[in-house]
């Protein structure tokens, strides 16, 4: 078993920032893929980025390139998602993602382990 604890959400003013940390612990394996979904009231969860192992892959969904920012720290089994420039819309229940031994991918089912998620609201 794999759990995630996700931290760093809050309330923010429209061009806000803010860092979200997740944490692994449990039976990760030394190759797996970490990835952030959300969710926003009505809508389905959707991918917003992910990152491989070794930090080289780092895909965004379209919606986020050029504001927000993906990283990892396997000393500490953490990534983190640097929010910058926050828009209303980025407004969701933002969740942690784990999949192990393979690569980064998109695919909300490809994900194995999930955590609780942490509440994003933007202010217009």
């Known amino acids: 078993q794999v759990q995630l604890v996700e931290s760093g959400g809050g309330l923010v003013q429209t061009g806000g920032s803010l860092r979200l940390a997740c944490a692994a612990s449990g039976r990760t394996g030394s190759n797996y893929a970490m990835a952030w979904f959300r969710q926003a009231p009505g809508k389905e969860r959707e991918f917003v980025a992910g990152?491989?192992?070794?930090?080289?892959?780092?895909p965004y969904t379209d919606s986020v390139k050029g504001r927000f920012t993906i990283s990892r720290d396997n000393a500490k089994n953490t990534v983190y998602l640097q929010m910058n420039r926050l828009k209303p819309e980025d407004t969701a229940v933002y969740y942690c993602?784990?999949?192990?031994?393979?690569?980064?991918?998109?695919?909300?089912?490809?994900?194995?382990?999930w955590g609780q998620g942490t509440q994003v609201t933007v202010s217009s």
């Open positions: 993602a784990v999949r192990r031994g393979s690569g980064v991918t998109i695919g909300l089912y490809t994900y194995e382990y």
């Open positions: 990152i491989d192992w070794n930090g080289s892959i780092t």
